[in-house]
């Protein structure tokens, strides 16, 4: 815990002069904010233990205003809000398990799997005979994400994408 | 909750996904890996060939070479220093005692100069607990050397010899911690009061480790690490000399300047490579330092030390006016095998051994 933010550690640095104080020299990100900062502790200073924990949650439906998860074995829902979606929205798939973040039992992060598989509802139709992507075209999923796809995929296919760089991975196994 | 490890703010539990699993075959490979030095065997012909010229260096120069223990009885008091320690059974005793690894051969090493050895180096291992990092393993070699009749500035010329032998670089500059200080933070670190100190450590961002801490050289130890080790030393070795007397350690306090003692540090290409002394050869003044070490330990909480008695009396038997330095045997073949960490120069850094 941060400035009242959960954070995480990204790097850690041990730095001690050989006769004098040791100090950690730490970079941190928050995680909701999602900044990330530069700090130094003296050697075994503390801060207080952020309560988050990750969970795979099933995605519902969203109403407009929440979108809601449900633990597959508990049947136990979560509503998490724009702020903790941001803009993974567009990678949200129904029944696709996303791994939420929670904070004191509130989501602050949606992380979506890292491949999912969505419907093109509009592309250019592309040349017959192409095979492999020369450059290709943009499709918007059904989701809403728009992809770069090979010229051979056509509006209504099925697309595995891979939502770390947003990019087109193969048509889907029907 | 301690900083010491890498996440350890909270635990992410996540279902192993492609990639995770891919993580956790490499784990699986990098353990099975184990067993394989941290560094080359290429690396290490060179390290070989390093320490030969090093010991040609002392041969040429008439310095004997020794080797002191590494199991003692006592230790140093060093608020900073975290020594192992380990039991010691005596076949004809029923009673176990405590022996300690050492954090550097210097006691051991000056009751010999007390008797009679002459100028002396030795190249050994010294422990340091909680210690370890890009520049840090918990356990290290040292090169440690004394010059009877010598001054620190005259000990630093021959330092700079040897690094010039070893890493072929230009000589070294010299500079005091006053001026360096100085010039890279625009504030005199011996006059400067703790709160003015603590507002130049405000200025720079350290305003939450400033709030509780109400000790002018920890805040003097983070500015000199964060901000001038940085900037020094880049294209040849540095010296930084006349530390403040209060960071005098086994130093002593110049005659021409009670507010720095005769102590001084070596630094090349962002690295601190040795800490030397002129050395102090006041017996009582050595046990008052120790005794106020172990105040210090026992205001912070920390274990109080055995002081080396050994040590004591051998000043007292008189230790000959001298100089002496350690010298970080990994970190300067760090900077001749131009290796960016410590594991990669030791043959089998800490998680491996």
Redesign the interface.
């Known amino acids: 815990m941060l400035d009242g933010e959960p954070c995480n550690i990204l790097e850690n640095e041990f730095v001690k002069p050989g006769k004098g104080q040791a100090f950690s020299r730490v970079k941190i990100r928050k995680l909701i904010s999602g900044k990330v900062i530069e700090k130094t502790f003296k050697s075994g200073d503390s801060v207080e233990g952020a309560d988050v924990m990750d969970t795979d949650l099933a995605y519902l439906y969203t109403d407009g205003e929440f979108w809601h998860f449900m633990n597959n074995e508990t049947f136990e829902q979560i509503a998490a809000d724009e702020k903790a979606v941001g803009e993974n929205v567009k990678w949200l798939v129904e029944n696709d398990t996303c791994t939420i973040t929670l904070w004191n039992g509130a989501p602050i992060v949606v992380q979506p799997a890292n491949f999912v598989e969505l419907e093109i509802t509009e592309t250019d139709p592309g040349l017959k005979g192409d095979t492999a992507g020369t450059g290709g075209k943009p499709a918007t999923l059904s989701s809403g994400a728009v992809v770069r796809v090979p010229l051979f995929v056509q509006k209504g296919e099925v697309v595995r994408v891979d939502t770390r760089n947003g990019e087109y991975v193969s048509r889907a196994q029907k | ?15 192993p ?3 995770g699993f891919f993580i956790i075959l490499n784990g699986i490979i990098m353990r099975s890996e184990n067993w394989r030095p941290s560094a080359s065997i290429k690396v290490l012909r060179k390290r070989a060939l390093v320490l030969q010229k090093i010991r040609l260096f002392f041969a040429q120069r008439d310095v004997l070479e020794v080797d002191t223990p590494i199991l003692s009885h006592a230790s140093v008091t ?1 608020e ?1 220093l975290h020594s192992f320690s380990t039991q010691f059974k005596h076949p004809f005793s029923p009673q176990t005692s405590i022996l300690y690894l050492q954090t550097s051969p210097e006691f051991a090493m000056k009751r010999l100069l007390s008797a009679g050895s002459g100028p002396i180096y030795q190249i050994g291992k010294s422990f340091r607990n ?7 393993n918990p356990e290290f070699t040292m090169l440690e050397w004394y010059r009877p009749g010598f001054t620190h500035l005259q000990l630093m010329t021959e330092i700079d010899e040897l690094m010039q032998l070893v890493l072929d670089c230009d000589l070294a500059e010299r500079v005091t911690y006053q001026d360096i200080f100085k010039q890279h933070l625009g504030c005199c670190p011996l006059t400067a009061s703790l709160s003015d100190i603590k507002t130049l450590a405000n200025q720079h961002g ?1 305003d ?2 400033t709030a509780n ?1 109400n000790n002018k ?2 805040l003097l ?2 500015l ?3 901000h001038v080790e940085p900037q020094i030393g880049q294209v040849r070795p540095c010296f930084v000399m006349d530390f403040p007397a209060s ?1 005098a ?1 086994l130093a002593k306090i110049s005659s021409t300047n009670p507010l720095v003692a005769e102590r001084f ?1 070596l630094y090349f290409k962002g690295i ?1 490579l040795a ?1 030397g002394f002129h050395e102090l050869t006041d017996g009582p003044e050595q046990l008052k330092r120790f005794e106020q070490d172990n105040t210090k330990r026992q205001n912070m909480g920390l274990d109080i030390m055995p002081i080396d008695s050994n040590f004591i009396a051998a000043i007292n038997f008189g230790l000959p006016a001298c100089s002496g330095v ?1 010298l ?1 045997v990994d970190r300067l073949l760090m900077l001749a095998l131009h290796c960016s960490e410590i594991d990669q120069v030791i043959a089998f850094e800490n998680s491996r051994a």
Do not use: P, W
Request: glycine share 4%; hydrophobic share 35%; net charge negative.
């Open positions: 909750m301690c900083l010491e490890h890498k996440n350890s703010l909270y635990i992410k539990i996540k279902k996904t492609l990639v060093d900073h909680e210690e370890a990092g890009r520049f840090h350290y939450e480790l801490e050289d920890t130890m983070l000199f690490s964060q960071q350690a540090e601190e800490n350690a970080g």
